[in-house]
């Protein structure tokens, strides 16, 4: 199983998922059309442990078990079965990560008039965190990806761990929407 390429490690900046708050999300996904998901039936996590960032927000166990079971449930949900000891359809794999940004706006004003008036401008800078999840398919016999979904948006700290596990959850049914694409017998 290490035969697979790095492709399977999704770029799944969730923290935002895991910790987001009231805003929507950005959620987005590409596929192969050439691809036969008609004929993936199980799947298996990718091999090997989740990848450590070294950012302990995210290299957390408690987020790693709600990401899994919110891609598990959604997977299931869809009819297809876990297979950890045959030999799977498909791996999925998962990232998170986050990075901290600022947002602002500006407003300009004029007192008095424009050739011989005062120009003032007004900024509203304000600090933010933004996290993102990306899922990945990969087919096991070819060992390429098949599927990818990714979702980004603002981490709010001050969630609890049901609000967490609701949004991710949240976020993972989004994505998994266009899973798979087109229409499945």
Same mark, same amino acid.
């Given at each position: =199983?290490? %035969?697979?390429? !790095?492709?399977?490690?999704? &770029? *799944?900046?969730?923290? *935002? ?27 298996? &996590? ?10 302990? !927000?995210?290299?957390?166990?408690? *987020?790693?078990? !709600? ?20 030999? +799977? ?12 940004? =600022?947002?602002?706006?500006? %407003? ?9 008036? %005062?120009? %003032? ?5 304000? +600090? ?18 098949? &599927? ?15 609000? !967490? ?19 499945? +017998?």
């Amino acid at each position: =199983m290490n %035969t697979m390429p !790095r492709i399977y490690v999704i &770029w *799944i900046f969730l923290y *935002i998922a895991v910790a987001v708050g009231c805003a929507s999300p950005k959620v987005g996904y590409d596929y192969d059309p050439n691809a036969d998901f008609t004929r993936y039936r199980n799947y298996a &996590w990718g091999p090997g442990q989740h990848e450590a960032s070294g950012d302990k !927000r995210l290299d957390n166990p408690l *987020i790693d078990t !709600r990401i899994r079971n919110a891609i598990g449930g959604e997977l299931r949900s869809k009819g297809y079965t876990a297979s950890p000891d045959q030999q +799977p359809d498909f791996y999925v794999a998962y990232h998170i990560g986050v990075k901290d940004m =600022m947002i602002g706006s500006s %407003t300009q004003r004029y007192i008095g008039d424009y050739a011989h008036g %005062t120009h %003032t401008t007004i900024s509203d800078i304000q +600090p933010y965190t933004e996290g993102g999840l990306s899922v990945d398919i990969v087919d096991a016999a070819t060992k390429q990806l098949v &599927w990818r979904a990714s979702g980004a948006g603002e981490v709010k700290p001050g969630m609890t761990p049901e609000d !967490r596990t609701e949004r991710i959850s949240q976020i993972v049914h989004t994505m998994f929407s266009h899973f798979p694409p087109g229409d499945r +017998p």
